[in-house]
């Protein structure tokens, strides 16, 4: 779709005129049932991306639930109710959604539609901090995705998809692939235009290993980091990233573990001594 296109390329003035020419294409005219969900769940999408509260609004009156029994011709718009529900904070209700959508495809034979929720399970996995899962989950759909050559479906996922293949390569799990599967691997990195900045990356990982960081911080880690520095209390942390509190708490536990405090008090000193923030 056009509009998600624009949208990845960073065009958001365009990705919105092209979705309002789309809503108003299904108004004027007789479109399959499939198609009006598709705009619909697109539009979601878009939301999401620029005025979450906007998507929480649509989600509650879209007349879905993560517990529904999937309806084929919606499909599309449940999707996007799972990027909803993670981004609440909902990540046991998203998880269970997209797995079912996912089996549903499998036993019907959909894998590039399998694909494309494997690759949304990565992202929910990765946003909520489950960073071995996302890691396990995205050596299988790499595996799947390389004889079609999918792209797109892991550019949309953004900056933290790339950040993720990048350090699934440079720990060496990437070496363990087919070669195949390997040099698809590698051409997805490059992708997302971040190849040059694997030195880079390298050498800040080595700088925090020495002063202490058993693991690097996860890019939602960073914000919740600085809001916290900024003497921001759960609550508001929660609801300045429209998250849940105990998604929040989760992230909390993370941040203290890499950077070996107990507190908050120390984990902001410890964090600016190695000037993550």
Same mark, same amino acid.
Request: aromatic fraction near 6%; proline fraction near 1%.
């Given at each position: 779709?056009?509009?998600?296109?624009?949208?990845?390329?960073?065009?958001?003035?365009?990705?919105?005129?092209?979705?309002?020419?789309?809503?108003?294409?299904?108004?004027?005219?007789?479109?399959?049932?499939?198609?009006?969900?598709?705009?619909?769940?697109?539009?979601?999408?878009? !939301?999401?991306?620029?005025?979450?509260?906007?998507?929480?609004?649509?989600?509650?009156?879209?007349?879905?639930?993560?517990?529904? +029994?999937?309806?084929?011709?919606?499909?599309?718009?449940?999707?996007?109710?799972?990027?909803?529900?993670?981004?609440?904070?909902?990540?046991?209700?998203?998880?269970?959604?997209?797995?079912?959508?996912?089996?549903?495809?499998?036993?019907?034979?959909?894998?590039?539609?399998?694909?494309?929720?494997? #690759?949304?399970?990565?992202?929910?996995?990765?946003?909520?901090?489950?960073? +071995?899962?996302?890691?396990?989950?995205?050596?299988?759909?790499?595996?799947?995705?390389?004889?079609?050559?999918?792209?797109?479906?892991?550019?949309?996922?953004?900056?933290?998809?790339?950040?993720?293949?990048? @350090?699934?390569? @440079?720990?060496? @799990?990437?070496?363990?692939?087919?070669?195949?599967?390997?040099?698809?691997?590698?051409?997805?990195?490059?992708?997302?235009?971040?190849?040059?900045?694997?030195?880079? !990356?390298?050498?800040?990982?080595?700088?925090?290993?020495?002063?202490?960081?058993?693991?690097?911080?996860?890019?939602?880690?960073?914000?919740?980091?600085?809001? #916290?520095?900024?003497? @921001?209390?759960?609550?508001?942390?929660?609801?300045? !990233?429209?998250?849940?509190?105990?998604?929040?708490?989760?992230?909390?536990?993370?941040?203290?573990?890499?950077?070996?405090?107990?507190?908050?008090?120390?984990?902001?000193?410890?964090?600016?001594?190695?000037?993550?923030?």
């Amino acid at each position: 779709m056009e509009s998600r296109l624009k949208e990845a390329e960073g065009d958001l003035e365009g990705a919105n005129q092209a979705m309002q020419e789309a809503e108003g294409f299904v108004k004027a005219y007789t479109v399959p049932a499939t198609t009006i969900s598709l705009v619909e769940a697109f539009r979601a999408r878009l !939301l999401l991306s620029q005025a979450p509260a906007a998507a929480f609004h649509w989600a509650d009156l879209s007349g879905l639930r993560t517990t529904d +029994e999937i309806s084929f011709i919606r499909e599309q718009e449940y999707r996007s109710l799972a990027r909803i529900a993670a981004q609440r904070g909902e990540i046991i209700e998203a998880l269970s959604l997209v797995n079912r959508l996912y089996t549903s495809a499998e036993s019907a034979g959909r894998m590039g539609w399998a694909i494309h929720l494997l #690759v949304l399970q990565v992202g929910i996995y990765n946003l909520s901090g489950y960073n +071995e899962k996302a890691e396990k989950v995205l050596e299988r759909v790499l595996g799947l995705a390389q004889p079609e050559g999918f792209q797109r479906v892991f550019l949309d996922e953004g900056e933290s998809m790339g950040k993720l293949l990048v @350090k699934i390569r @440079k720990i060496g @799990k990437a070496h363990a692939m087919d070669s195949r599967v390997g040099a698809y691997f590698d051409r997805l990195i490059s992708s997302f235009g971040i190849s040059g900045d694997t030195n880079l !990356l390298e050498e800040n990982e080595v700088r925090l290993a020495k002063e202490g960081l058993i693991e690097t911080l996860t890019e939602r880690e960073v914000e919740v980091l600085r809001l #916290v520095a900024n003497g @921001k209390t759960n609550q508001e942390i929660a609801s300045e !990233l429209f998250l849940a509190v105990g998604t929040v708490k989760r992230h909390l536990n993370n941040i203290f573990g890499k950077l070996g405090v107990q507190n908050r008090t120390a984990c902001v000193a410890k964090a600016r001594e190695m000037r993550i923030i």
